[in-house]
Structures are given as structure tokens and as C-alpha cells.
């Protein structure tokens, strides 16, 4: 009998590209900052959430101070890395959708390929707002774009958290690897809904599951038994 060779293969490898970039990132990236808002460890993820104009003086340092330059130096350059790299788990999510479709023939999980699309729309205007702050923030006309930001940012992370959701509902029934991601997957949901609710604490949780998410994904993409062409690796619960 012909057997399909890792179906989710290609998406493991464009994966393994996401942790690379995600890895660079780390080192582009500010890890520390002036100030912390909402209780918020990492740079990058406060000011993603950042709301107010005296939250963004907070995370950046005093204008003109030689702390606020390098924050914008490193934010920009990791900014504009980000663009890589959203094209990246983008493609990931996708193309995982697609394979997830293919073998289970549920077609209402194409949703995952269009909120894979979502994500990376979101991402890209956020990264424009992001950029707008920086470039604006000596001069503090930076309202409207904060005002944008809130939005884009949880298209991004909204779209994320859905995804996971509905893709938990299949790997639910995928062995007991994929009732753990399901687990995950409905985790990251629950603690997206009490990062809208209440920005803080719960916010870092929510991105940390974001990232485990993806990491359990691309180990299943590569761990996942070859399957008769003829058979789907969806079975009944």
C-alpha cells in the first residue's frame, strides 16, 4: 500500500524556519527597557499593548535620553525583522490548515487558512503603527497611531487565539500528542479573552501559550506516523 510520507512535512520545515528567525529576534530585540507597564516583562510584547502616551514614555525613557534612542534603534530593527518573520508563521498556519483539511475532509477548517491570512494583515499594520510611534515619539504625536495599534494588535493576536481554538477541535482527536496541543490550544483562548478583559499579568501568559503553540505544532509536523494515502489521520474520538 502507498503511504503519504509525513503530511505535514513542508509545514515542519517552513516551522523549523520560524524558530530561526524567532531565535534572531532575541538578539535584535530590547530584552530590557526604561520601564515596565501593566506589569509586562517583555519589551516587545508592552509595547504591542501598550495604550497611553505616558505607558510609552514609561517603556521608552525620558525624549532625548541616550536609553530612549537605543530602545527605538532596537525596536525598529527588530520591527522591520518581524516583517520575515510574520510572513513566516504565516505561511506555517496555512499551510497547516490546508494539510489539516486534506486529511480530514472538514471543510469549515479552511476558516484556519483565512485567520492565518488575518494574523498576518493584522501583524503588518501593527508593525506600521509600531514604526509610526518610534519615528514620532521625540515629538509625542503619537495618539492616532496608539489608537490604531490597540486594534491591530488584536486583530493579530485575536486571529491567533481563534485559530488555535478551532484547530484544537481536530488535534483533539490526533493521539495523545495532539490532546495536548488541543489542551494548549484551548488554554491560549481562555487566557486571550482575559488579556482583552484585563491587560496585565495575563497578557504575557497569553503570548507565552502563543509561542508554545507553535512550537508543539512544528515538533507534531515532524512526529506525526505516515498514513495509508487512503486513510485520514482524523479518527473518531
Given at each position: 500500500?502507498?503511504?503519504?510520507?509525513?503530511?505535514?512535512?513542508?509545514?515542519?520545515?517552513?516551522?523549523?524556519?520560524?524558530?530561526?528567525?524567532?531565535?534572531?529576534?532575541?538578539?535584535?530585540?530590547?530584552?530590557?527597557?526604561?520601564?515596565?507597564?501593566?506589569?509586562?516583562?517583555?519589551?516587545?510584547?508592552?509595547?504591542?499593548?501598550?495604550?497611553?502616551?505616558?505607558?510609552?514614555?514609561?517603556?521608552?525613557?525620558?525624549?532625548?535620553?541616550?536609553?530612549?534612542?537605543?530602545?527605538?534603534?532596537?525596536?525598529?530593527?527588530?520591527?522591520?525583522?518581524?516583517?520575515?518573520?510574520?510572513?513566516?508563521?504565516?505561511?506555517?498556519?496555512?499551510?497547516?490548515?490546508?494539510?489539516?483539511?486534506?486529511?480530514?475532509?472538514?471543510?469549515?477548517?479552511?476558516?484556519?487558512?483565512?485567520?492565518?491570512?488575518?494574523?498576518?494583515?493584522?501583524?503588518?499594520l501593527e508593525n506600521i503603527q509600531l514604526l509610526t510611534?518610534?519615528?514620532?515619539?521625540?515629538?509625542?504625536?503619537?495618539?492616532?497611531?496608539?489608537?490604531?495599534?490597540?486594534?491591530?494588535?488584536?486583530?493579530?493576536?485575536?486571529?491567533?487565539?481563534?485559530?488555535?481554538?478551532?484547530?484544537?477541535?481536530?488535534?483533539?482527536?490526533?493521539?495523545?500528542?495532539?490532546?495536548?496541543?488541543?489542551?494548549?490550544?484551548?488554554?491560549?483562548?481562555?487566557?486571550?479573552?482575559?488579556?482583552?478583559?484585563?491587560?496585565?499579568?495575563?497578557?504575557?501568559?497569553?503570548?507565552?501559550?502563543?509561542?508554545?503553540?507553535?512550537?508543539?505544532?512544528?515538533?507534531?509536523?515532524?512526529?506525526?506516523?505516515?498514513?495509508?494515502?487512503?486513510?485520514?489521520?482524523?479518527?473518531?474520538?
Amino acid at each position: 500500500m502507498r503511504m503519504k510520507h509525513k503530511p505535514f512535512i513542508i509545514s515542519g520545515f517552513i516551522g523549523l524556519a520560524v524558530i530561526l528567525i524567532s531565535v534572531i529576534s532575541l538578539f535584535i530585540f530590547p530584552q530590557t527597557a526604561p520601564g515596565q507597564i501593566a506589569g509586562i516583562r517583555s519589551p516587545i510584547i508592552a509595547f504591542e499593548f501598550a495604550q497611553t502616551v505616558d505607558e510609552i514614555h514609561t517603556l521608552f525613557g525620558p525624549d532625548g535620553s541616550p536609553e530612549q534612542a537605543d530602545m527605538i534603534r532596537k525596536m525598529d530593527q527588530g520591527n522591520i525583522l518581524d516583517y520575515l518573520y510574520m510572513l513566516l508563521y504565516s505561511s506555517f498556519l496555512f499551510s497547516f490548515a490546508l494539510t489539516i483539511v486534506k486529511q480530514s475532509g472538514k471543510q469549515w477548517l479552511y476558516l484556519g487558512a483565512v485567520l492565518a491570512i488575518l494574523a498576518l494583515i493584522g501583524d503588518a499594520l501593527e508593525n506600521i503603527q509600531l514604526l509610526t510611534i518610534t519615528a514620532h515619539l521625540p515629538s509625542g504625536d503619537i495618539v492616532a497611531a496608539l489608537a490604531r495599534l490597540h486594534w491591530f494588535t488584536w486583530l493579530k493576536w485575536g486571529s491567533l487565539a481563534l485559530y488555535f481554538l478551532g484547530a484544537s477541535v481536530w488535534f483533539r482527536r490526533n493521539g495523545r500528542f495532539g490532546k495536548i496541543i488541543a489542551g494548549l490550544g484551548i488554554i491560549t483562548f481562555l487566557l486571550s479573552l482575559a488579556s482583552f478583559i484585563q491587560r496585565g499579568a495575563t497578557t504575557e501568559s497569553f503570548t507565552l501559550s502563543v509561542a508554545l503553540m507553535f512550537l508543539l505544532m512544528i515538533i507534531f509536523c515532524f512526529t506525526t506516523k505516515s498514513i495509508p494515502e487512503n486513510q485520514s489521520i482524523h479518527r473518531p474520538a
